[in-house]
Nanobody, 116 residues
Framework: QVQPVESGGGLVQTGGSLRLSCAAS????????MGWYRQAPGKQRELVAR???????YYVDSVKGRFTISRDNAKNTVSLQMNSLKPEDTAVYYC??????????WGQGTQVTVSS
């Protein structure tokens, strides 16, 4: 069993920055895809960014140029650097680990609130 454990998040003003981090608890050799999702009140959960073990990245259009996802394969950690934050970025952010057998694991979520 692999459990993503998130840290970071909090309250920030518009234009500010936050960094989210996620580490894998449990003994795991490699995680093919690590990602961050978010869910705002009344909205569906959406993929924000993901990164493969080879370093390929994907970003949803709304965060391109503002957010950067990175990972440390040796430590099985993934981070999301969020700059130029906007009120519409307010959501609960979830770390996700995806494996080739389509098994996936979710973190407990961390709140990000951007005040206007």
């Amino acid at each position: 069993q692999v459990q993503p454990v998130e840290s970071g998040g909090g309250l920030v003003q518009t234009g500010g920055s936050l960094r989210l981090s996620c580490a894998a608890s449990g003994n795991i050799f490699s995680i093919p895809v690590m990602g961050w999702y978010r869910q705002a009140p009344g909205k569906q959960r959406e993929l924000v960014a993901r990164i493969t073990s080879g370093g390929s990245t994907y970003y949803v259009d709304s965060v391109k140029g503002r957010f950067t996802i990175s990972r440390d394969n040796a430590k099985n950690t993934v981070s999301l650097q969020m700059n130029s934050l906007k009120p519409e970025d307010t959501a609960v952010y979830y770390c996700n680990f995806w494996f080739f057998d389509r098994t996936e694991f979710w973190g407990q979520g961390t709140q990000v609130t951007v005040s206007s």
